[in-house]
């Protein structure tokens, strides 16, 4: 018989979503209390495929920043294969801050992470001690944690971590890790690993009744935006233009790497680097006739959010206005004031 005519899933990505998310919008089908999955990083989507197939009543999301992946996952999602799943272009990092509430999970999962060899990569490995916390503080109690890694540094440094972490309780103890899986399916990737000598490293945690690290949803800003009393001409302005960046204390970047005009308007392509989030952005200055003053603001150039981040873009980018005629002054700033540059005097702006 042929298959009846779907609807393709949702495409969705961390900046799509609400913060946090709406698990009941997202999974209209499933019973409201449903268990609710995560796996971090689903890769080839084996292992996502056996949480489908072995958990129908659950809802099951998977995060993963590869393309070629994502489409093969949404593809199965829209043929009807797993349809209790769905999966998002997310970060880890931007999932667990803003995707995810605190207490909002039954089980999380991570299979394989990238090990990130050198030692000056090291700090964008996933478990580290920022994201134990956050998946502890998202775990309900009793909630299951598993990691699976076939590099033994990668493994010893997890169990480090994990012996640290007060509200995670070790079902494997007084073994750091089993040499086995106990929770899932083999993978292609597993079975290659052990033909090449490389054995899993199997940790199963449960979540305790300890308190979770106080770590709330970050949520969306109020829209950032300053007026200026007026600026040259935007083809003025991107003659003059040339990329830079600025940096705050608290570890946010902004890159300003291309300009672009039109007569009443002045588009800066804008890269901006948070802890919890990276997002590339179009900031506008656009001039309204009737005041004939310039907004500098965020641009609706897909679907940005108005982060802390994008507040002191737009702050600097503002600044950079004022440096390029006499007399340019702020009307109005509707930014959030605490930002404090990282940078020597000059830096960035």
């Known amino acids: ?27 209209p089908n499933q ?45 199965a999602c829209d043929r009807g294969e797993l349809p209790n799943v769905r999966v998002m272009f ?3 990092e931007t999932a667990l801050w803003h995707v995810l509430a605190p207490g909002m999970l ?19 490995r996933l478990i580290q001690r920022s994201a134990l916390d956050l998946i502890t503080s998202r775990l309900k109690p009793g909630g299951l944690f598993t990691l699976a890694t076939d590099i033994r540094e990668y493994a010893d440094m997890s169990a480090e971590h994990l012996a640290q972490t007060p509200g995670l309780t ?3 103890a007084p073994e750091p890790w089993a040499w086995e899986r106990t929770v899932g399916v083999m993978t292609k990737y597993e079975s290659k690993g052990y033909k ?36 040259p001409a935007p083809a003025d302005l991107v003659a003059r233009f040339q990329p830079f960046k600025a940096h705050a204390e608290g570890d946010i970047y902004a890159s300003y ?27 506008l200055a656009t001039h309204n006739r009737e005041t004939g003053q310039w907004v500098v603001s ?31 002054e702020v009307v109005g700033d509707y930014t959030r004031t605490y930002f404090r540059d990282a940078d020597a005097p000059g830096d960035g702006g």
């Open 196 to 231: 090449e000598g490389r054995p899993g490293h199997y940790f199963v945690y449960r979540r305790n009744d300890l308190p979770a690290p106080d770590l709330p949803v970050i949520r969306d800003q109020p829209m950032p935006h300053i007026k200026l009393n007026h600026l």
């Open 90 to 92: 997310a970060r880890a």
């Open 31 to 75: 019973a409201p209390d449903s268990p609710r999955i995560l796996e971090i990083g689903f890769g080839y989507g084996q292992f996502l495929r056996w949480l489908s197939q072995s958990q129908p009543a659950s809802r099951i999301l998977g995060i993963e920043i590869d393309s070629t992946s994502l489409q093969k996952a949404e593809g």
């Open 298 to 328: 965020l641009g609706a150039v897909g679907t940005p959010r108005p982060t802390d981040g994008v507040h002191y873009a737009v702050r600097k980018l503002a600044e950079w206005l004022m440096t390029q005629a006499p007399g340019v």
């Open 1 to 27: 018989m042929p298959r009846p005519n779907r609807q393709p899933v949702p495409r969705l990505s961390a900046t799509n979503v609400p913060w946090p998310m709406d698990w009941d919008g997202l999974f």
């Open 170 to 172: 070790n079902t494997h």
């Open 257 to 283: 790497m291309a300009a672009y005009s039109r007569p009443d308007a002045l588009l800066v392509e804008t890269y901006i680097v948070e802890p919890s989030i990276q997002q590339q952005v179009a900031l």
């Open 106 to 124: 039954d089980e999380v999962h991570v299979n394989f992470p990238d090990p990130w060899f050198k030692s000056s990569h090291a700090p964008r």
